[in-house]
């Protein structure tokens, strides 16, 4: 694979990378290129957490990567999911969000094996030095800066929180210091811990890289937007069962959710369904070989194929492509991609897990 090639397949599907002349300066250094996403043990696994993340470790890939999965335990508890129980939140790691990613993976026909998955509590004890990484980290950060930046824990701007909750950005940004993660990767909610360290890791003791970071594309809600201007009100969340699809529901369960889909006839703006087809469906491209079909009856003028995004959204917005015959297109393709994830719930263990989960995540409320 060319270098270009590299470029290509790393960005694509991205919202933003930071920054485009770093990226090219680690593909052409020829260094092992070391990427980490992290994750709190919190909901259900939805399509942003499995489908898109793990689409994109896939992307890393077969671009070379080395892909680390973080399973955030300390900073689940410094968030007080799951109640704030270490035994939950670590029975909840290992056994049902680790879980949901493997199977995710296999939707990209990536086995666990091709990455590797690390806990909060190993990287913590093998590696002691992550505690002078964090202090040091927490020297290149202002107080200030630090309340500004706990908005990557979901916490409101100016909202009042307990100590702990300022260890949350230094305690990030020590993560990749202390793995040596030069390609940083999450959506754009994560954007002000990759900052500060893009910032702050160069600073600090030892021969660290500054990371590159890789911000993928925002995959909506399917509830309608509360705000045009407030791009996380469109955001698909775990805390609002019904803007999400999870990586294990069932067929019915899917068709459901996206016939109820916020999707108003000839309007292209915040749709979360042309979202999910340029996002999902295409990957981000503009155009997509095999194609995607949606079938119509023929008296709604028959199967129609469509190879380009400009084309659907053309349709759409013309009325020519009606928002039930999108949904229906969009939860047979569904239906068809997760069916790996929904097999690997079909293992008994997988799915008392499951079971579990949801009742955890019931008492943590």
């Known amino acids: 694979m060319t270098r270009e090639e590299k470029i290509k397949i790393i960005k694509r599907n991205c919202q933003e990378v930071l920054t485009d002349e770093d990226l090219k300066k680690l593909i052409e250094s020829g260094k092992p290129i070391n990427h980490y996403i992290g994750f709190e043990i919190s909901g259900l696994v939805h399509l942003g957490t499995g489908y898109m993340s793990m689409g994109k470790i896939a992307d890393f890939l077969k671009a070379g990567a080395r892909c680390k999965i973080f399973l955030a335990d300390f900073h689940t508890y410094l968030n007080n999911k799951l109640g704030g129980d270490w035994d939950n939140i670590r029975w909840a790691s290992e056994n049902y969000f680790k879980q949901a990613l493997i199977a995710s993976l296999k939707c990209f026909g990536v086995e666990e094996n091709q990455v590797e998955f690390v806990s909060g509590k190993k990287l913590y004890e093998e590696n002691p030095i992550h505690w002078q990484n964090f202090m040091e980290i927490g020297k290149q950060v202002t107080l200030s800066r630090n309340l500004r930046s706990i908005s990557i ?163 759409y917005k013309n009325n020519k492509l009606f928002p039930l015959d999108l949904k229906n297109g969009l939860s047979d393709w569904l239906i068809e991609r997760l069916e790996p994830v929904r097999m690997y719930f079909e293992v008994k263990k997988h799915k008392q897990a499951m079971e579990k989960m949801k009742g955890l995540i019931k008492l943590s409320k």
Request: a negative charge; proline letters at 6%.
């Open 153 to 315: 824990m979901g916490k409101a701007k100016g909202k009042e929180v307990d100590m702990a909750t300022l260890f949350y950005p230094p305690l990030q940004v020590a993560d990749i210091a202390t793995m040596e993660i030069n390609l940083a990767h999450a959506g754009m909610d994560q954007r002000k811990a990759h900052v500060i360290a893009r910032e702050a890791i160069k600073k600090i003791r030892g021969n660290h890289q500054t990371p590159v970071a890789i911000h993928h594309n925002l995959i909506a809600g399917l509830t309608a937007p509360e705000g045009e201007d407030d791009q996380e009100s469109l955001k698909m969340s775990k805390s609002k069962p019904n803007s999400a699809i999870f990586v294990h529901d069932t067929p019915d369960e899917i068709r459901e959710k996206i016939k109820k889909a916020y999707g108003p006839p000839g309007i292209v703006e915040f749709n979360p369904l042309l979202n999910w087809v340029e996002t999902l469906v295409f990957w981000g491209e503009k155009e997509l070989e095999a194609g995607f079909e949606i079938k119509r009856q023929e008296r709604f003028g028959g199967n129609v194929t469509y190879f380009k995004t400009a084309d659907l959204i053309s349709d």
